[in-house]
């Protein structure tokens, strides 16, 4: 008997049946899942997205996202969100909206833990300087690094390269390269991710820089998101201060977004009713807040991009490790040999410049820091 035969027998239940009386029509199946690059069997209790999951907990640039600076950098402290302390709060939120749209929350999962895994180290600073450096080679984009992480560099398997993710998970990741594109929408799971993931910043980018001293909550409270929505924990709790105000304000600021989105988007499928997913897509719907919140959540991100982004102990860091990453970029492709036989095997296949940056987005900002110091600084050209 097989294990499939078991579980029916057993009265055991299967993703299918557990599929089918959970989620939405326009909610994306396992079973119609377009499958993998490389065909594998099917696994008798475990759905490919679920698969697609674990595959990602265990890939090793999942668990150097512990190790990659999310915003702040790890000389201001320790209590911070990392990268991967990002990922499982966008993971936590986008299968919380997921579960009350009935959407199909393996996927989304995957999407999310997947989506931040190609960024490089020292955030979006060390992605502009990699993007520099590889202008005349088609630039450097963290959402298609995934892809290459995922599809290339990974190696795990011994009968394909990669992590053979579905091409679910995949083309979830590809529309995320350029958000402008005028093609299909993304699968509603996939747009749930993105949701999550602004949600996600806001909430915690405001909580890291209060705490870290950069802005006081007073200063936030001057935009009307924020302001509404200390008032809001005030009629709950009474008067709160310190700590206390400031981590209610975060849940608040989370619970509030979350609830908007749902009021917004619930509605309107239910009066659109999309029999598929690829009706839903074709109709062309987007799944976010409405246009008061979307409108207050844009005068927050402006206030955190020039108050909090631009500090001036971020713009310091920024700096220094643009400098140190330009002058690894141009030593690495001058001196091959420092890279590890991997990367100048790759090197023979995709050339020197695209090799190196692969190479130095995959770094954690610790380990970027040493090989700089090795062999870079002047200090270390010296030893």
Do not use: W
């Not at 055991?12 to 499958?35: C, F, H, I, K, N």
């Not at 950069?214 to 809001?232: F, G, M, N, Q, Y």
């Amino acid at each position: 008997m097989s294990v499939a035969e078991f579980f029916t027998s057993a009265g055991l239940q299967t993703v299918e049946d557990r599929e089918s009386r959970l989620l939405a029509p326009y909610a994306m199946r396992s079973a119609a899942s377009q499958g993998r690059k490389y065909p594998e069997p099917e696994h008798p209790y475990r759905g490919p997205f679920q698969r697609d999951r674990d595959r990602i907990v265990h890939s090793s640039a999942y668990r150097r996202l512990s190790g990659k600076m999310q915003v702040f950098t790890g000389e201001m402290g320790d209590y911070h969100r990392t990268r991967l302390t990002h990922t499982h709060e966008v993971a936590s939120i986008a299968r919380t909206i997921g579960r009350a749209l009935r959407l199909n929350e393996d996927l989304i999962e995957a999407l999310a833990l997947f989506h931040d895994i190609g960024h490089p180290p020292f955030g979006h600073a060390g992605e502009d300087t990699l993007n520099e450096c590889l202008a005349d080679k088609g630039g450097f984009s963290h959402n298609r690094y995934a892809l290459v992480i995922a599809e290339q560099l990974e190696s795990r398997y011994q009968s394909f390269p990669g992590l053979n993710l579905t091409r679910e998970v995949l083309e979830s990741q590809a529309s995320r390269i350029d958000k402008s594109s005028t093609g299909p929408v993304p699968l509603l799971e996939a747009q749930v991710v993105e949701v999550a993931d602004s949600m996600t910043y806001d909430a915690h980018d405001t909580d890291d820089a209060v705490k870290l001293g950069l802005v006081t909550l007073d200063e936030l409270a001057t935009i009307p998101l924020v302001s509404e929505t200390i008032e809001r924990v005030r009629q709950r709790f009474g008067n709160l201060h310190g700590k206390l105000l400031r981590k209610a304000t975060v849940h608040e600021l989370i619970d509030r977004q979350v609830t908007d989105v749902l009021q917004t988007t619930g509605p309107e499928l239910d009066r659109r009713r999309p029999g598929s997913p690829d009706e839903a897509r074709r109709t062309g719907f987007r799944i976010g807040p409405g246009a008061t919140l979307a409108a207050q959540k844009t005068q927050l991100e402006a206030f955190l991009y020039e108050r909090v982004y631009r500090h001036p102990q971020l713009i310091a860091m920024r700096s220094r490790a643009q400098e140190q990453l330009r002058a690894m970029f141009t030593g690495y492709c001058r001196r091959p040999a420092l890279l590890p036989q991997k990367f100048r095997d790759r090197a023979e296949a995709v050339g020197i410049a695209i090799a190196v940056g692969d190479y130095l987005a995959g770094m954690t900002d610790r380990y970027c820091e040493q090989q700089y110091e090795r062999f870079f600084s002047t200090k270390g050209a010296q030893s």
